[in-house]
């Protein structure tokens, strides 16, 4: 069997220092932590496009300082964050959200531009300081037209504060950030999606695990027929799989999470079972399985134990799931030491799931449940939200709606105008609660037309409020697509998944006993999915659709709580708009 990198022997030594720098750092920072507790943690970041070859061949991509994808946080449960983030950026502005952390009483720092904050000009600097108050796997991302999409991201994890333990154990860990790769430019697909008629971007050309993806070859060309080539590279190269050196008889935990743009994935590991453990930064009830689903915006940690030929070595691989693939696996290798040294795994990579096949994906959902002693929904809610997802157009443009409103965000950030009281900075009237008796989700909009609304929905501080997400058929019949929906600023509980219409009869079907809290839910085509959530963070705070092309074409709501009990918002959240205006006009 081939070696991967031609003349590249990792010595035996790294992957033991693994292990060994693992278990000092944890002495250290326990020896530390305990004397002084929590602690700001402060990074100076530049944003800026670069070359860089993601898939080994080069194109622009948005870095931070120089790395793709960006610097990962690593913080304590209790520590404050501190970002500087300068815009490098020339001719557009940028946030960063902080995708997983709940911002309590710093909605101002959530990153999401005309909603927390106005976007940072070209050559301006905006601090970021917030409380990472849950240990657990996050990540952050731009949230300002298709950033994401042109590679700002990077992972952010938070370790337990000193003295408490995970309810499991594991003797080291690798991070997966999983994301995928067009070679057309964030801003011409930005332009395509917003043309008419409408240009589809298509299909991503690579998936790429912690930036790392080959388009113009294949590790396991010798296992497929077709013409791709066996990748010649020798590991330093950009687009060079990052190999997890593992040691036998191990358990290792790795911590994944998806911030792709439009892919939904399936991961896989040759020979081994992984036991899910968290997701989103919640501990779940622990289940073992051969491969598992993971959406735009979702993290979970696995637990997988090195238990197996220690003189082989082993797929890691990435499939997409929901749209029939025209983007080959992602790949890297487990490579037990010694003995295996960079031979390339002898068996194929795993198989992935059938695309279409959503049965396997509800079955994995369905399975993810509250670690028991997780805090448990109130048993009644206030207020119930019905959101019907539907694909609209509006004067000929393809949008996504949410009761018939795609959301155009307004240029003064909800934020400052929501706590001044401005009049004219959005539409003031609420929007829908729920959609016509007689629409039928199961097939084409008979009037597809729909408006565009920048309307808020108002919510009771500390109500309870249960969501239910209802897919729908897109404009094409027999079409329904697979939506990650993301809340800001909150967890919530994941009552349940349903198909075709909610109804009176799924109501008593709702898991009320031990739901797992998340921030981010699948709708599955034709389906539901019921949420619950206390609005008890003051702010204003975007739920939508974490496919970036469905976010850019209105597949995204806005609510907001308490803004009135918010003290002082700082002014460089604030000043552009309208309320940029206002602060021009009153000095003090
Ligand atoms: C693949 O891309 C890399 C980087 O651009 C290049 O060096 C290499 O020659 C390409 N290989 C093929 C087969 O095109
Ligand atoms: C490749 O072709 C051979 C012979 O036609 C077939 O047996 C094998 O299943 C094919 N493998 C894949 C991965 O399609
Ligand atoms: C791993 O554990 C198995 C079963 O306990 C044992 O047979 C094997 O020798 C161990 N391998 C190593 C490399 O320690
Ligand atoms: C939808 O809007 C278009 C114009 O944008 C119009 O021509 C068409 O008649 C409308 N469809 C319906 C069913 O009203
Ligand atoms: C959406 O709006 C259009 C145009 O106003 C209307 O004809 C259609 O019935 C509405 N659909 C729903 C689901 O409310
Ligand atoms: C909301 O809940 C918080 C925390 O429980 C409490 O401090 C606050 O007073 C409550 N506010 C309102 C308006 O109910
Ligand atoms: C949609 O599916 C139905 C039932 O399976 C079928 O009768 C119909 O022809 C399909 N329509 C299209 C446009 O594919
Ligand atoms: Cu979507």
Redesign the pocket.
Known sequence: MGSLYGSLVVPRSRSCGRVFVVVVFCCLSFLIGSSLGSKARHFKWEAEYMFWSPDCIEHVVMGINGQFPGPTIRATAGDTIVVELTNKLHTEGVVIHWHGIRQFGTPWADGTASISQCVINPGETFVYRFKVDKAGTYFYHGHYGMQRSAGLYGSLIVDLAEGEKEPFHYDGEFNLLLSDWWHQGAHEQEVALSSNPFRWIGEPQALLINGKGQYNCSLAAHFSNSSSILCKLRGNEQCAPQIMHVLPNKTYRLRVTSTTALASLNLAIGNHKMVVVEADGNYVQPFAVNDMDIYSGESYSVLITTDQDPSMNYWVSISVRGRLPKTPQGLTILNYHPTSGSKLPTLPPPVSPLWNDYAHSKSFSNKILALMGSAKPPTNYHRRITLLNTQN????FTKWSINNISLALPATPYLGSIKYGLKNAFDHQSPPENFPEYYDVMKPP????STQGSGVYMLGLNSTVDVILQNANALDANVSEIHPWHLHGHDFWVLGYGEGRFSKKDEKKLNLKNPPLRNTAVIFPYGWTALRFVADNPGVWAFHCHIEPHLHMGMGVVFAEGVQYLKKIPRDALACGLTGKLFMNNKN
Do not use: L
């Open positions: 157009k509006i004067n000929g008979v009037n597809p037309n």
